[in-house]
T-cell receptor, first 113, second 109 residues
């Protein structure tokens, strides 16, 4: 089944404790992206990657890191999480950067206390 | 002013009603216009996308774009309880995707 998977689905952590949210897709997509979703603000793009080893900042990159060492994986790293990073996070992928059809993962709900 | 504005609702309609969901945007660089549906506790899924001004139909769904007014709409005909979800409009140009905050729709049986 073609899909985007994320882990963990739910995470509660404390300020400053490094964490990684994994994202994997099995569709051989070149383009991958991370979003956060907050009430009233909609989905905001954090980082995106057009291909292996090619990443770039989205609208809200501060406090986040990403890497793209393999085509299928695009982990999101929070080196020192803060309470304002409490949010619902989505990973998405599409065939290429110019392709509008993004497939989203199921989401990761992160709470930073 | 936000780049993309969308009435957050919630919007409640009876089954069978015609639903109109709308977004306005400010950036004339946007080239592609999309509608996503998001069920509770799920990721968004693409319903439709369109490039030019005018209408695009897919079953009970019609997407309408008016670039001169910077206004897009999604119409749902013969709405069903299974259409109850949050609907997100999205715009795309270059490497950028910009989403509206979403409208929560409830279709009551």
């Amino acid at each position: 089944e073609a899909q985007v998977t994320q882990n963990p689905r739910y995470l509660i952590t404390v300020t400053g404790k490094k964490l990684t949210v994994t994202c994997s897709q099995n569709m051989n997509h070149e383009y991958m992206s991370w979003y956060r979703q907050d009430p009233g603000l909609g989905l905001r793009q954090i980082y995106y990657s057009m291909n292996v080893e090619v990443t770039d900042k989205g609208d809200v990159p501060e406090g986040y890191k990403v890497s793209r060492k393999e085509k299928r994986n695009f982990p999101l790293i929070l080196e020192s999480p803060s309470p304002n990073q409490t949010s619902l996070y989505f990973c998405a992928s599409s065939l290429s950067q110019g392709n509008r059809e993004q497939y989203f993962g199921p989401g990761t709900r992160l709470t930073v206390t | 002013q936000k780049e993309v504005e969308q009435d957050p609702g919630p919007l409640s309609v009876p089954e069978g009603a015609i639903v109109s969901l709308n977004c306005t945007y400010s950036n004339s660089a946007f080239q592609y216009f999309m509608w996503y549906r998001q069920y509770s506790r799920k990721g968004p899924e693409l319903l439709m996308y369109t490039y030019s001004s005018g209408n695009k139909e897919d079953g009970r769904f019609t997407a309408q774009v008016d670039k001169s007014s910077k206004y897009i709409s999604l119409f749902i005909r013969d709405s069903q309880p299974s259409d109850s979800a949050t609907y997100l409009c999205a715009m795309h140009y270059g490497q950028n995707f910009v989403f509206g905050p979403g409208t929560r729709l409830s279709v009551l049986p």
